[in-house]
């Protein structure tokens, strides 16, 4: 039945009826050929893009600089490492792969998305291939390795039980709080991240031990409540970015 009910059922339970209904095994078909038909170099790029929740618009230079970071851009000579990057962003675009929501003035992507349809599809690529797992509300369970975590509206408590010192990337969206206690003892859990996000969270203070992480290239506190930085910072010599906005 065409009903705004319906149709709500089916927006909240696409992943598996996508993988179920006969009726869309059109739509799964297609979808997946839309990602094996991409060079290998760009599946990495595309991936990462699912690591950010549902609906949320990306900006693209954040994009971009988490992906240099990872270390997924290689070096063309007379090109710059975000030239390069921001080269494979336009592929993906003009595959229709990826949605732009808002252009700078000088007619580049500022802000853009995953398509909503390819998420489905690609959540399960990302365990398929053990790109990265994403721990939500839908999913707050993980055992196994990864090297890459996305950490999207789960309790505290959910994620204070959770370490891994496999991880090199790690991004938090919409967490109610992150108190020093948990703080003091983190980064000395995840000693290998190369990409930490902590954009928008309910965070004041970040630990001295920061200085550890040798291999810390993206560091975002945009939009937090930290004021001060630990003398430490100065020892993460492979910083590239560090964004304080």
Known sequence: DKTVFEWQNLQNSLGIELQRNPHLSAINKILSLSFEDLPYNLKSYFLYLDMYPEDYYINCIKLIRQWIAEGFVKEIEGKTFEEVAREYLTELIHRSLVQVSEFDFDGKARRC????LLREIILQKMKDFSFC????????????????????RVSYDVLKGFEDSHIHSLLLFNLDELPKSFMSTFFANFKLLKVMDFE????????????????LRY?????????????????LQNLETLDLK
């Open 219 to 235: 560091l975002s506190l945009r939009n937090t409540k930290v004021r001060m930085l630990p003398k430490s910072i100065g020892k």
């Open 200 to 215: 928008d969270a309910l965070l004041d203070f970040i630990p001295e031990d920061v200085g550890i992480l040798f291999h």
């Open 113 to 116: 998305r995953l398509h909503h």
């Open 133 to 152: 797992h994403v721990l939500s509300k839908k999913g707050s369970n993980f055992e196994g390795l990864t090297r890459r975590m996305s950490v999207d």
